[in-house]
């Protein structure tokens, strides 16, 4: 359930940038979630949906982006196909996850007076 | 106000961050990591599953190490339990009282680092809550992750949870002192699905109760005293 943590991180985050720029509101926030980020969507969307309530986020819409999980060799850069191992088929290399663990908060659309 | 147009509604502004939403735990965590490695302390996040053996692995790594200076941090949902367990142990113990959260964040150890005396250590041990999901995604500042799994978990655990073993440096695999009683576990098949989960597969079977594994464990510690640059300038 760390998925709360997250919303209360994320709405923070939000409520500094648009004190900053003396907004009035937002509209949307855009994420990025990996697949392989330990983050359930659903369940980030229900907190976000519970927790913006008197926020500045209150009727800000909720965007996410699902990022694939992917790894690459960690040497040769070679994509590698998850399997009975980890490794590269060429080199050995361990393999290196390049996407699907991101939790980012990308983009905000505030409303500015 | 849209001055473009003279419609009288505000103005839309996209505002691009491209953060990670953790960004202040992360923040928080290499400020810990920093006092850390000044002080040449190894820090070590100690996770896995409600009764997976973590304390009990703690209490025989103070019985195998009595050369080393240990304490740690112990994360708790309501009690104090562990703590004072590993207090009994000869492990100075401080409770991380999280109350409804399900892990510790890089702000509850600097919190709990001021209530304790972690300077002059040789390994701080922070033990997370039991909990194989929310740990795995909060850097604390440590050294290196530990994730202990009991052979009675179950075999499949590290492909249900990849996250977390994705996160660990080492496994360690508790209760193997119950393997007579499990005859349908097999080591060889949990070391093979670490393999799928873990880039650089590492683990170690160990038993708390008669001590196996545990000099396998402490050599895997020593050797996390080389990565931190000051542990050599206060070798005893």
């Known amino acids: 359930m760390h998925e709360y943590a997250l919303i209360q991180s994320l709405v923070e985050r939000v409520e500094a940038e648009a004190r900053a720029r003396h907004a009035s509101a937002v509209h949307r926030l855009s994420v990025r979630i990996g697949e392989q980020s330990g983050v359930d969507i659903e369940l980030f969307r229900t907190a976000f949906m519970t927790f913006r309530d008197r926020t500045i986020c209150e009727r800000a819409e909720l965007v ?27 080199c050995h ?21 | ?24 735990n992360d923040r928080t965590a290499a400020h810990n990591r920093a006092h850390f490695r000044a002080a040449g302390v190894v820090a070590i996040n100690l996770m896995g599953s409600p009764g997976a053996g973590k304390t009990a692995v703690l209490e025989a790594t103070a019985r195998a190490m009595g050369n080393r200076t240990l304490a ?17 142990a000869g492990i100075a113990a401080q409770s991380i009282t999280t109350g409804s ?11 709990a680092m001021h209530a304790t005396k972690w300077r002059g250590l040789d390994y701080l041990f922070i033990e997370n809550v039991g909990n194989l999901v929310c740990p795995a995604i909060y850097d604390l500042g440590q050294a ?3 994730v202990a799994l009991s052979v009675t978990e179950g075999e499949d655990k590290p492909l249900k949870y990849p996250v977390m073993f994705r996160a660990a440096d080492l496994v360690l695999l508790t209760k193997i002192d119950l393997l007579p009683h499990l005859p349908g576990i097999s080591l060889n098949r949990i070391a ?7 880039p650089k597969p590492l683990f170690l079977p160990v038993s708390s109760l008669t001590g196996e594994g545990m000099a396998a464990w402490s050599t895997w510690l020593e050797h996390r005293r080389a990565a931190v640059p000051n542990a050599a300038l206060v070798e005893r």
């Open chain 2, 72 to 88: 740690a941090l112990a994360g708790d949902l309501a009690t104090d339990n562990d703590a004072e367990r590993l207090a009994a």
């Open chain 2, 192 to 198: 093979a699905n670490l393999e799928k989960v873990m």
């Open chain 1, 93 to 113: 290399s361990p393999a290196r996850m390049v996407g699907g663990d991101e939790i980012i908060l990308d983009r905000i659309e505030m409303e500015v007076a």
């Open chain 2, 1 to 24: 106000m849209c001055d473009s147009c003279g419609c009288g509604d505000h103005e839309l502004v996209p505002v691009e961050l491209h953060e990670k939403i953790l960004a202040g």
């Open chain 2, 144 to 146: 290196a992750n530990v």
């Open chain 2, 101 to 111: 959260a399900c892990h510790l964040d890089a702000q509850m150890v600097h919190a």
């Open chain 1, 64 to 90: 996410v982006d699902t990022v694939p999980v992917q790894w690459a060799c960690e040497r040769c850069g070679e994509p590698i196909q998850p399997g009975r191992s980890l490794q590269c088929a060429s």
